[in-house]
């Protein structure tokens, strides 16, 4: 290698010998062997010769070593100065200053450079660099913080701006910027550990001028921007403005100021749905510029026409990226053609806020351009996917595609007749559209071939759904409540008769057991006929105030023997759950229900968790239930862990007789049951599914609120004793019975009068005021039925009660048309025996009303 020449580079400013550790070394050494020459002058007489022998050798030995030593360089004698080491020559060639120093100022080191800087500010000797900036004030706070790094051994860096001091002459307007910076050194060998930092001094000046000039230059940019004649915005692939020009703030009337990139997005200044027309792009990622006549809205919000120039490009992974658009005041006075940008607006207008979505298609079906509710329509508002020659028919179902594709040829051939096309989304097969197809014969782009309007038509097709689902429900809602009418006047007569005879038969008797099989098999079909009234939500409700928290912990017990041991029961509830308006038993009956089928969908085992909670309005407002408005609700939830429910099955569970177990296994009654009585109740019910992971049926039944005076008078009032149970069921009581049934009359006058009463009947209301008036109102009791010809129950209530108000009332009935039976339910002083009943459910009720216990 080369030695560096001495005048290759510049020599050092200052530099201090550190150590000079090797020269006591050697005079240590010295010392030592002068005194081991003394002492063997003196008692080399005593010394053995074998032993003098040894120390010759020894020494021998160690002087042969340290010549091979020397030789091979492991060591020196001295540190000899015979030139400078490769460090000292970068050092020194650095075109900042670089000192070296101690902990306390004490220079050590300095490069040329930091000489130069001395000279260069009329320094006569060299100084610290914290001494150096000493007489600027300006500087004073960072070479504080700067020397108070030096001293803790950390690193530091300042940059210092001047305007008088080092550097400077007085008198001027100049300014000039040192970089320093500080940092500790590692220590060096043969320097006792003393600790070192390093300085560096640099003129940053020429960098910080041109900065300056460049943000200048930049802020001029921005100004011309900001004030040109057009408006400009850019917003980012999801269609948030991130710059704005103060042009175009000021003709919508924001303020530039209070403006924040991704602030504004750009639905809000586009009228109607041009926003997703702006956020389309080229399908194959090319960037265009195009032209779009459209309306932007104002603060105030008020229309104002301007002419678009867009780009809008798709990245290299399909996402939109930023757009650029530059914005054309379209207002009147402004185009020197009036007439023709008149024309323009009208038509971007009357082209962009149609209700209609418009596609303009080629030959071969791609699309050219559309409309803005083009956008929204086909569910591309944010530009997600770029219509820009995308195939229309990819947009549609592929059961449609060939009706379309020979739709657009029929076009392409200019006929005048073409047949629309009902289709739902190839995306979204919940929305569905009816798309006009309509050929450009003349006068068009040489692009475009085929014009498409495409009319959303998915709410029609769901209203239509649900009125079709509606009337077939109703109707079978009104057959099946025409039917147990009929059923329950027979039953109420079988399960009466049969009971008149097992009061004559022995339990030894051969005819007592078929007796007992007739009257059980009665119940079993008054328990369908129930269902049939609950679905058609033609039962009479005795509505009552109810915690469903309490009411789910009294069914826990049962809820565990129905669904066994292979299956968990979880039930959790919020706190301070509302109360609701419903009844009691009709609603065990709906959460029974749906236990029993989360059970029968877990025919391996799992879990099944009953959750009841409060539901806010404006938490019900952000569901997606169709057909609940937002309220407050009560939520009763049963969640299972079964197979769950397909799409298929899902939307007919609630019709009645619909069922998915083996022949014999179920009736088909027991969820559209279920939902009879939520709807009754004027609550609502839903099921959440997913096949492989089980489903969650959810019931929301209004928050019950009383009012102030009615909550104040419930409170004052003494709660109700507990109705003992009644063992003595006669009586000799006078009784009218209405029943324009004759079997279900004869059998209630037979039981009546066998256990002492005094019986009347009639068959009609008409015949039971003629029957009133000719025993002038004595009797205790009126049973009548609710539905009858000429004059029905509650008619004959009003009229009886206007000269009898003090005659206790029991209805009987297992059918009412709504009117009667909202009546009925709000009628506290009116009882209610349910068709068809036993002999010993008439005798307890009639015992338990004339007793005044309830």
Known sequence: MTPLAEDSYPQPAAQARLGGGGVWRVIFLSALFVGLAIAYSVYGDQIPSDMLLLVLGVLAVIGVFCLFGLAAGLFKIAQTDDGPALQNAIVDSLDYGAVVADREGRIVYANAAYGDLISGLNRKSLV?????????????????????????????????????????????????????????????DGDSGKKLVLWSVEDISR?????????????????????????????????????????????????????????????????????????????????????????????????????????????????????????????????????????????????????????????????????????????????EKATEGLPLTELVAPEAKSRFVAAIDAAKSNQSTIEPVDTVLAANEERSVRLYVSGIADGGSIDERVIVYALDTTEQRVLEQQFAQSQKMQAVGQLAGGIAHDLNNILTAIIGFSDLLLLNLRPNDPSFKDTMEI????????????????????????????????????????????????????????????????????????????????????????????????????????????????????????????????????????????????????????????????KQTGGFIYADTEIGVGTTFKIFLPRYAPKEDKLKLSQDKPLPEVAPKVRDLTGKERILIVEDEDSVRAFASRALASAGYVVHEADSGVEALEVLEEIDGEIELLISDVVMPEMDGPTLLTHMRERYPDIKVIFVSGYAEENIRKGLEDDSSVEFLAKPFSLKQLAQKVKTVLAGAE
């Open 128 to 188: 610290s660099v914290p001494r150096l900036f000493a007489s600027a004030a300006e500087a004073s706070e960072a070479i504080y913080r700067l020397s108070r790094a030096a001293h803790d051994g950390r690193r530091a860096i300042e940059d210092i701006r001047l305007t008088e001091g080092p550097g400077l002459k007085s008198g001027t307007n100049d300014t000039i910027w040192y970089r320093v910076s500080v940092k500790a050194l590692p220590e060096i």
């Open 207 to 383: 960098d910080r001028e041109r900065q300056e000039n460049i943000f200048l230059e930049l802020q001029k940019a921005i100004d011309y921007l900001d004030h040109a004649p057009a408006g400009f915005f850019s917003t980012d692939g999801r269609g948030k403005i991130q710059y704005l020009n103060a042009t175009l703030a000021n003709w919508l009337g924001y303020d530039l100021a209070e403006f924040d990139a991704g602030s504004l997005r750009l639905s809000e200044i586009v009228r109607g749905e041009g926003s997703g027309l702006l956020l389309g792009g080229s399908n194959d990622g090319q960037i265009k510029t195009e032209v779009i006549d459209i309306d932007l809205v104002k603060r105030d919000g008020t229309n104002f026409p301007v002419r678009l120039l867009h780009r809008a490009a798709r990245l290299a992974e399909g996402d939109l990226g930023e757009t650029r658009t530059l914005v054309l005041d379209r207002a009147p006075g402004i185009d020197a053609s009036e007439e023709l940008r008149n024309a323009e607006v009208r038509f971007s207008r009357f082209f962009n806020d149609t209700p209609f979505a418009i596609a303009a298609l080629d030959a071969t079906g791609n699309i050219v351009r559309t409309n803005a509710p083009f956008m929204r329509t086909f569910g591309n508002e944010h530009g």
């Open 519 to 678: 009257k059980q098999n009665a119940n079993r079909a008054a328990g369908l006929v129930r269902q049939l009234l609950a679905f058609s939500r033609r039962q009479t409700l005795r509505l009552e105030v109810l915690e469903v928290s309490l009411l789910v912990d009294d069914l826990t017990v049962l809820f565990k023997r129905l669904i066994g041991d292979s299956i968990t029961l979880t039930v959790d509830h919020a706190a301070d759950i509302w109360p609701v308006r419903a009844d009691h038993i009709q609603l065990e009956q709906v959460v029974i229900n749906l236990v029993v089928n989360a059970r029968d969908a877990m025919p391996d085992g799992g879990s099944v968790k009953i959750r009841t909670s409060n539901v806010e309005e404006a938490v019900a407002a952000t569901f997606n239930y169709r057909g609940m408005p937002p309220a407050d609700y009560v939520l009763i939830e049963v969640q299972d862990s079964g197979t769950g429910i397909p799409q298929e099955v899902l939307e007919k569970i609630f019709e009645p007789f619909f069922t998915t177990k083996d022949i014999g296994k179920g009736t088909g009654l027991g969820l559209s049951t279920v939902y009879g009585i939520v």
